[in-house]
């Protein structure tokens, strides 16, 4: 009794020096978190205020126009934009299905020593700087891309699939931890009613794991649509519509690398300087979205399960 | 299909075993049967008859391989790595430990209740359908919605959330979860229900539910259930099993082997000096 008492006075000695610290950490604590939000709003205002100009000088329509010409004050963004949602429908249509089959094999199939070697090669390709990737997509993806019969190798095929490339860790760790994270017993439970192994995974893993499922994908398509380095290395960096069946086999020029190509040589406060930051703006609201879209498919997941 | 056939015995199943494995009623035939985790012999050459429409009790202290030997009759030892065996087990005269045996075919015929309450994260009425659905079981929408409906009502749940079906499972008290579990079992037609001490998580009076619904699935119904509380042996069984390290000590009516054990292990264990 004697020492249990010692010990406990002990443990509460510490706790009420603590108490007399307890603001300050709250204080601290609440900077960190305020300050986060406070950085954000900053960065949205700046690409704001700096692209609102571009608003004013240029109307409207004259984003439409089908040609990006800077020189020639003619700033239409359709090529651009095209360009960046080719270039990712390319990469989430091969990222997607193959970072998911790839997660669910590591998770549910590999036996447990391929796992633990193929996990860590997985989170090393994830390190990989996008620049290096850009230069294997340059010399070893594009003339391969070239003799499947493009006119050139620098296409937005070769862009999507350096970027399904540059996603693939992030889609398949994510969704490996999720899938990991589902229950011994639910796999149990569906086992034990004759379900086979695949009907297990497809019925009652996968749909346990969905919250985090979505995640993996919404992560990996957000790389995909920011990346700029290893895209402006390779699809050709042709502003113009791509048109025709063969459109993902011909050049064009994403957002992100149009302002990483252009932004050294424009005047500073000319209208093209503002049309730049414009281009910032709509990749912004761009994540966005998707982010907004990522976080309502989980909550309506979370809340379907109800309490549990 | 009508109601009838539908609690009764899936057609594929033999009504009667062969003459060679004893008496009609003998469902499971268990000879020789060893089980190794590894170098660890979790189960020693047991032999035992478990008879069709009975409840079946394996008590025996923590880690003495009731559980290990449940989990032998629908082969879910096959999901752990480093398992071997030895022997046979023989459901329904087919030897389950066969090169060409249907894994799947023989757990659909042979369910299981788990410990702890697992309904899928899913509505209560998905969970239930799952079996139907996935094995093929079902014709149509309004097929698999009968099937849901008498699984339910066989466990007492219709009554209680016959209008909440779309209801999601987890939010259910674990006893109705057990039941919901006991349910989902039903509605894949198995002739064999493994139990496998499906009250440890629950309270009192979900605990009684549970085991009137042992006694009445009893029935139609092989009922196998490993436990630790002797008191519900004695209450819900008809046979029981003492296991003690491994080995099966003593094995046969409730009431001789609570009242007259033949071995000194197993009436010290019952009486509560060793455990």
Same mark, same amino acid.
């Given at each position: 009794?004697?020492?249990?008492?010692?010990?406990?006075?002990?443990?509460?000695?510490?706790?009420?020096?603590?108490?007399?610290?307890?603001?300050?950490?709250?204080?601290?604590?609440?900077?960190?978190?305020?300050?986060?939000?406070?950085?954000?709003?900053?960065?949205?205002?700046?690409?704001?205020?700096?692209?609102?100009?571009?608003?004013?000088?240029?109307?409207?329509?004259?984003?439409?126009?089908?040609?990006?010409?800077?020189?020639?004050?003619?700033?239409?963004?359709?090529?651009?934009?095209?360009?960046?949602?080719?270039?990712?429908?390319? *990469?989430?249509?091969?990222?997607?299905?193959?970072?998911?089959?790839?997660?669910?094999?590591?998770?549910?199939?590999?036996?447990?020593?391929?796992?633990?070697?193929?996990?860590?090669?997985?989170?090393?390709?994830?390190?990989?700087?996008?620049?290096?990737?850009?230069?294997?997509?340059?010399?070893?993806? *594009?003339?391969?891309?070239?003799?499947?019969?493009?006119?050139?190798?620098?296409?937005?095929?070769?862009?999507?699939?350096?970027?399904?490339?540059?996603?693939?860790?992030?889609?398949?760790?994510?969704?490996?931890?999720?899938?990991?994270?589902?229950?011994?017993?639910?796999?149990?439970?569906?086992?034990?009613?004759?379900?086979?192994?695949?009907?297990?995974?497809?019925?009652?893993?996968?749909?346990?794991?969905?919250?985090?499922?979505?995640?993996?994908?919404?992560?990996?398509?957000?790389?995909?649509?920011?990346?700029?380095?290893?895209?402006?290395?390779?699809?050709?960096?042709?502003?113009?519509?791509?048109?025709?069946?063969?459109?993902?086999?011909?050049?064009?020029?994403?957002?992100?690398?149009?302002?990483?190509?252009?932004?050294?040589?424009?005047?500073?406060?000319?209208?093209?300087?503002?049309?730049?930051?414009?281009?910032?703006?709509?990749?912004?609201?761009?994540?966005?979205?998707?982010?907004?879209?990522? *976080?309502?498919?989980?909550?309506?997941?979370?809340?379907?399960?109800?309490?549990? | 299909?009508?109601?009838?056939?539908?609690?009764?015995?899936?057609?594929?199943?033999?009504?009667?075993?062969?003459?060679?494995?004893?008496?009609?009623?003998?469902?499971?035939?268990?000879?020789?049967?060893?089980?190794?985790?590894?170098?660890?012999?979790?189960?020693?050459?047991?032999?035992?008859?478990?008879?069709?429409?009975?409840?079946?009790?394996?008590?025996?202290?923590?880690?003495?391989?009731?559980?290990?030997?449940?989990?032998?009759?629908?082969?879910?030892?096959?999901?752990?790595?480093?398992?071997?065996?030895?022997?046979?087990?023989?459901?329904?005269?087919?030897?389950?430990?066969?090169?060409?045996?249907?894994?799947?075919?023989?757990?659909?015929?042979?369910?299981?209740?788990?410990?702890?309450?697992?309904?899928?994260?899913?509505?209560?009425?998905?969970?239930?359908?799952?079996?139907?659905?996935?094995?093929?079981?079902?014709?149509?929408?309004?097929?698999?919605?009968?099937?849901?409906?008498?699984?339910?009502?066989?466990?007492?749940?219709?009554?209680?959330?016959?209008?909440?079906?779309?209801?999601?499972?987890?939010?259910?008290?674990?006893?109705?979860?057990?039941?919901?579990?006991?349910?989902?079992?039903?509605?894949?037609?198995?002739?064999?229900?493994?139990?496998?001490?499906?009250?440890?998580?629950?309270?009192?009076?979900?605990?009684?539910?549970?085991?009137?619904?042992?006694?009445?699935?009893?029935?139609?119904?092989?009922?196998?259930?490993? $436990?630790?509380?002797?008191?519900?042996?004695?209450?819900?069984?008809?046979? $029981?099993?003492?296991?003690?390290?491994?080995?099966?000590?003593?094995?046969?009516?409730?009431?001789?082997?609570?009242?007259?054990?033949?071995?000194?292990?197993?009436?010290?264990?019952?009486?509560?000096?060793?455990?």
């Amino acid at each position: 009794m004697d020492a249990s008492r010692a010990a406990l006075s002990r443990t509460t000695r510490p706790t009420r020096s603590g108490n007399r610290m307890e603001p300050w950490i709250e204080r601290a604590v609440r900077l960190a978190g305020l300050s986060a939000i406070f950085i954000v709003a900053l960065i949205f205002i700046f690409l704001i205020r700096l692209s609102l100009p571009a608003l004013t000088r240029i109307p409207l329509s004259a984003f439409g126009d089908l040609r990006w010409y800077p020189i020639e004050e003619r700033f239409g963004l359709v090529s651009l934009v095209v360009g960046s949602l080719l270039v990712t429908a390319v *990469a989430v249509g091969i990222a997607v299905p193959l970072g998911l089959v790839t997660a669910i094999y590591l998770g549910e199939i590999a036996p447990p020593w391929l796992g633990d070697i193929l996990k860590p090669l997985i989170e090393i390709l994830a390190g990989i700087p996008s620049i290096v990737l850009g230069f294997v997509g340059w010399v070893a993806l *594009a003339p391969l891309v070239q003799r499947l019969g493009a006119p050139t190798g620098l296409t937005a095929f070769t862009g999507g699939l350096i970027l399904a490339y540059m996603a693939l860790p992030t889609i398949i760790s994510i969704a490996e931890d999720a899938i990991d994270a589902v229950p011994k017993s639910y796999r149990d439970g569906s086992l034990a009613l004759g379900a086979t192994r695949w009907q297990t995974i497809y019925r009652v893993v996968l749909p346990a794991a969905r919250s985090g499922i979505v995640t993996a994908v919404m992560l990996g398509i957000g790389r995909a649509v920011g990346e700029t380095m290893a895209v402006m290395m390779v699809t050709g960096n042709a502003a113009h519509v791509p048109r025709g069946t063969s459109m993902l086999f011909q050049p064009v020029r994403t957002m992100t690398a149009t302002i990483a190509a252009e932004m050294g040589e424009v005047a500073r406060g000319g209208t093209h300087y503002h049309v730049l930051f414009l281009i910032g703006a709509l990749l912004f609201l761009i994540t966005f979205a998707i982010n907004s879209v990522a *976080a309502r498919l989980v909550g309506r997941r979370r809340t379907g399960e109800g309490g549990g | 299909m009508s109601a009838a056939e539908l609690v009764g015995m899936s057609g594929s199943m033999p009504e009667s075993v062969g003459s060679s494995d004893g008496a009609a009623d003998d469902l499971i035939l268990v000879q020789d049967f060893s089980f190794y985790y590894g170098a660890f012999r979790a189960l020693e050459n047991l032999n035992l008859t478990v008879r069709d429409r009975e409840v079946t009790a394996l008590i025996g202290p923590s880690g003495c391989g009731k559980s290990t030997f449940l989990r032998a009759i629908n082969r879910m030892n096959d999901t752990i790595r480093g398992v071997r065996y030895e022997g046979d087990i023989r459901v329904a005269g087919q030897s389950i430990y066969q090169a060409d045996t249907d894994v799947a075919d023989l757990r659909q015929r042979v369910g299981m209740v788990f410990q702890r309450p697992n309904p899928f994260p899913q509505s209560i009425f998905d969970n239930v359908a799952y079996g139907p659905r996935v094995l093929g079981l079902a014709g149509d929408k309004a097929d698999v919605s009968e099937r849901t409906r008498l699984a339910l009502s066989q466990v007492g749940l219709w009554e209680e959330l016959g209008d909440r079906l779309d209801r999601p499972a987890l939010a259910l008290s674990p006893g109705q979860q057990q039941r919901l579990c006991i349910a989902r079992t039903l509605a894949t037609e198995p002739r064999i229900i493994l139990m496998d001490e499906p009250c440890s998580a629950l309270d009192p009076v979900a605990t009684l539910a549970i085991e009137g619904l042992m006694r009445r699935l009893a029935e139609r119904y092989c009922i196998v259930v490993v $436990t630790h509380n002797m008191q519900q042996a004695a209450r819900v069984s008809d046979r $029981t099993g003492f296991f003690w390290l491994g080995r099966l000590v003593e094995f046969g009516p409730t009431n001789d082997i609570f009242t007259l054990p033949q071995e000194k292990l197993t009436e010290d264990y019952i009486t509560g000096r060793r455990g």
